[in-house]
């Protein structure tokens, strides 16, 4: 059964830190990677997508990615008491019509 | 990024009674929709992948017959819940992935909470 594995948190850290938040999944097929932001009482909303080793960066963000060990994880620079919401890890095999297998969420609150 | 609507955003019903949400996709056209789940605290849960012209695929454990979807255009999915109870008070995302590529992530719909009395 393919999973994806986060750490539920929560995580904190303090205004102006770097939030690392980690992602493993078990299905080597994988091809496509995302993180999804989601505050309480909202829907997801997509902040990066990563289909390659190595880094990707966007702003604040960084998306690392690593095939070989299966692992993918999210930086957060300069964090904000407005990043403080749940990151959703996901993934898809790259098949037509596959929905994403999403994490359970990692919780961060960035503190003032 | 794509847009994806949803509506409504909240109904509140009475047990017994069926609830239609609608899931459009703006500015793209989606031959496959999905539908998830998301109780308080829990992660998402997908309940069935909605398929324009053919019949929708459901999760284990979801009932088909309860959860209806109905696929009937590239850009319009609809879930009803018929007879709702209870326990299907949730918050209900659909989502929908532009056809033009299948790396495309996954874009959302901002849900509907549904609350059974």
């Known amino acids: 059964q393919k999973e994806v594995e986060q750490n539920s948190g929560p995580l904190s850290v303090p205004e102006g830190a770097i939030a690392s938040l980690n992602c493993t999944y078990s299905d080597r097929g994988s091809q496509s990677f995302f993180w999804y932001r989601q505050y309480s009482g909202k829907s997801p909303e997509l902040i990066m997508s990563?289909?390659?080793?190595g880094d990707k960066e966007d702003g604040r963000f960084t998306a690392q990615l690593n095939k070989a060990s299966q692992y993918v994880s999210l930086l957060i620079r300069d964090s904000q008491p407005s990043d403080s919401a749940t990151y959703l890890c996901?993934?898809?095999?790259?098949?037509?019509?596959?929905?994403?297998?999403f994490g359970k969420g990692t919780t961060l609150s960035v503190s003032s | 990024g794509a847009v994806v609507s949803q509506h409504p955003s909240r109904v509140i019903c009475k047990s017994g009674t069926s609830v239609k949400i609608e899931c459009r996709s703006l500015d793209f056209q989606a031959t496959t929709m999905f539908w998830y789940r998301q109780f308080p605290k829990q992660s998402l849960m997908l309940m069935a992948t909605s398929n324009e012209g053919s019949k929708a695929t459901y999760e284990q454990g979801v009932e088909k017959d309860k959860f209806l979807i109905n696929h009937a255009s590239l850009t319009l999915s609809t879930l009803t819940v018929t007879s709702a109870h209870p326990e299907d008070s949730s918050f209900y995302i659909c989502?929908?992935?532009?056809?033009?590529?299948?790396?495309?992530?996954?874009?959302f719909g901002p849900g509907t909470r549904l609350t059974v009395l």
């Open positions: 990563i289909y390659s080793n």
């Open positions: 989502s929908a992935r532009d056809n033009r590529g299948g790396t495309a992530p996954l874009y």
């Open positions: 996901a993934v898809n095999v790259n098949q037509a019509g596959t929905a994403l297998i």
